[in-house]
């Protein structure tokens, strides 16, 4: 299994809490309860699944008891891995809806047919999401990113999922 295209990251274990198995939990879920709606977990190098046995909020974040860890030891021996969970456990979306995951790798092409380059990721920023295209290397405009505000209708047109296209709104020399 390649962890890389099969799973998704929603966040990593911290240090023990205590002496009976009980973990911190970092969450990278928007809200941070959200990391318990899904199980098994897969921890580390994905080979063996873990089960969320009890959860609680703590202070500002979360801690978890995890079957089969027992122990501060047990819990020491974990610490630090990060949380995958398989794809497939990921709700379905709508069908003009999509994760961020999809959009990357996608070819980015203005509405006048320049081709931008290749989505590389996506990220927040506090007023909107941004898209980080890694421009080709043969780029008239002598770019080698571009960072376009992922506003739908406004620079986002279409997303052509089939094609695996985004055609955008943007001045190719911006």
């Known amino acids: 299994m390649s962890l890389a295209s099969d799973t998704i990251v929603i966040g990593k274990i911290g240090a023990p809490y205590g002496v009976k198995g009980w973990v911190k939990i970092t969450t990278y879920t928007d809200e941070t309860q959200g990391v318990f709606e899904y199980s098994p977990w897969l921890l580390g190098d994905g080979k063996k699944e873990y089960i969320v046995d009890l959860w609680r909020t703590h202070n500002k974040g979360v801690v978890a008891k995890l079957v089969g860890v027992e122990s501060r030891d047990d819990a020491e021996s974990i610490k630090n891995l990060e949380i ?5 456990q990921l709700p379905e ?4 809806d999509y994760y ?15 081709d ?10 506090g007023a ?10 043969n780029d008239a405009f002598g770019q080698k990113e571009r960072m376009l505000p992922f506003l739908r209708e406004q620079v986002i047109k279409v997303v052509d999922m089939q094609a695996k296209t985004i055609k955008v709104d943007w001045d190719p020399g911006f």
């Open 84 to 88: 995958f969970i398989k794809a497939e």
């Open 100 to 114: 961020w995951r999809d959009l990357v790798g996608m070819q980015v092409i203005t509405e006048n047919g320049y």
């Open 93 to 96: 979306l709508a069908d003009d």
């Open 128 to 137: 909107n999401d941004v898209m980080l295209v890694k421009a080709n290397s």
């Open 116 to 125: 931008l380059g290749v989505v590389k990721e996506l990220f927040e920023t």
